[in-house]
């Protein structure tokens, strides 16, 4: 059976697909942010690969696939913002300096963070690229000279992350303008949280879908500002 899996070509793609699917629909059984499909499938996938003791690098061979579809998926998030151009151009400085701070705060608490607990370069490089998404982030990491597998799954977490307690913090913190929602969603946790902002609405999706690419687009720079100062 292991075998049979291990040289399937389908099988490590049609495996997260179904797993995503369970987490879809646990989702709309439960209706609880914690139910997240992608976390579900991550979880569910995990358990499968070691249940089956199959490594990582047999089910990325034929899962990889999917991967090619996520740089155009992404660039497909430019079509709520589209739609809503007239209202960024209303709110542009706000917009600007609203995604400038979260990358900023975003770099810096990495800094801070690594200082505190003694990181050495390498560690501090992978982790700062963790609010964006993941065809970016995986780029700045190699060229920083980061770890990219450790990166993507801090990547994919924060994402998870924000996209769970979205919701809550806006609450929490009594944020009700779409706009701030937008934007704060897609400049801490990049196309996951996006996802959770389309869901609030369109002009939270759309702003958060205008920050990922900004926000890319300045941790970028940043990332190598921030990345000599350890």
Same mark, same amino acid.
């Given at each position: ?6 040289? #399937? ?36 996938? &995990?358990?499968? /690969? ?36 007239? /209202? ?16 900023? #705060? ?11 607990? #003694? ?31 450790? *990166? ?12 769970? *307690? ?16 937008? /934007? =704060?969603?897609?400049? =801490? #946790?990049?196309?996951?949280? *996006? ?11 759309? &702003? ?21 100062? &350890?």
């Amino acid at each position: 059976m292991k075998e049979f899996l291990v040289d #399937s070509l389908f099988f490590g793609a049609v495996l997260s697909l179904a797993a995503y699917e369970a987490g879809l629909l646990l989702k709309r059984r439960f209706k609880l942010a914690v139910f997240n499909p992608l976390l579900i499938a991550t979880v569910a996938v &995990m358990a499968v /690969l070691t249940l089956l003791k199959i490594e990582y690098r047999h089910y990325n061979e034929s899962a990889k696939y999917i991967s090619y579809l996520l740089t155009p998926a992404t660039v497909c998030l430019a079509v709520p913002l589209y739609q809503q151009m007239e /209202l960024l151009k209303k709110n542009l400085k706000a917009v600007v300096g609203g995604i400038t701070a979260g990358v900023l #705060s975003s770099l810096l608490s990495i800094f801070l963070l690594a200082r505190l607990f #003694s990181l050495n370069h390498e560690q501090y490089v992978t982790l700062l690229p963790k609010s964006i998404t993941t065809a970016i982030g995986m780029g700045i990491s190699e060229e920083l000279g980061g770890i990219q597998t450790i *990166t993507v799954a801090v990547i994919i977490i924060t994402g998870i992350f924000g996209n769970v *307690t979205a919701e809550i913090i806006c609450k929490i913190f009594r944020i009700h303008n779409p706009v701030a929602k937008g /934007l =704060a969603i897609g400049t =801490a #946790s990049h196309a996951i949280g *996006t996802a959770k902002a389309m869901e609030m609405g369109e002009i939270e999706g759309a &702003m958060s879908s205008l920050a990922i690419a900004v926000a890319g687009l300045l941790t970028v720079m940043g990332a190598s500002i921030f990345a000599m100062l &350890m």
